[in-house]
């Protein structure tokens, strides 16, 4: 124990700051008063729930009514579960594109693309 220096401090283990403490208003202006080289970039809609969006689309199945309403796709024309189709209906369903094709191809309309509402060409599929 004589070699011991009783002055030195040896630390083990020192964890460095979060991810949200390296973040923090407070410690952006410690590193810039260090002199630190500090990036900062804007995220454009960051934090914002696109899927939720209303389109044009939407607006037209909200003013639905008994003379005008959209005609149903039945579970054994997709091969969906029901749940799956009643999202899509209310619009809660993130689009996927396969189960936009089945729809496509069972109403004989486009869903996607530029040509919307336009009806599907029936024609020889090449693979």
Do not use: C, F
Not at 100 to 115: M, Q
């Amino acid at each position: 124990m004589a070699e011991s220096d009783w002055d030195t401090v040896t630390v083990l283990r020192k964890k460095g700051p979060t991810a949200a403490q390296a973040k923090s208003k407070q410690a952006i202006l410690a590193a810039q008063r260090r002199g630190e080289d500090v990036e900062t970039s804007k995220k454009w809609a960051a934090g914002q729930n696109k899927q939720h969006s209303i389109t044009k689309n939407t607006a037209k199945l909200d003013r639905e009514t008994e003379e005008l309403h959209h005609d149903r796709v039945t579970l054994e024309k997709i091969n969906e579960k029901p749940q799956v189709i009643a999202d899509y209906e209310s619009g809660r369903a993130i689009p996927n594109n396969q189960v936009l094709g089945k729809i496509e191809r069972a109403i004989g309309l486009k869903l996607r693309g530029k040509d919307i509402g336009k009806p599907i060409e029936k024609g020889p599929r090449g693979k």
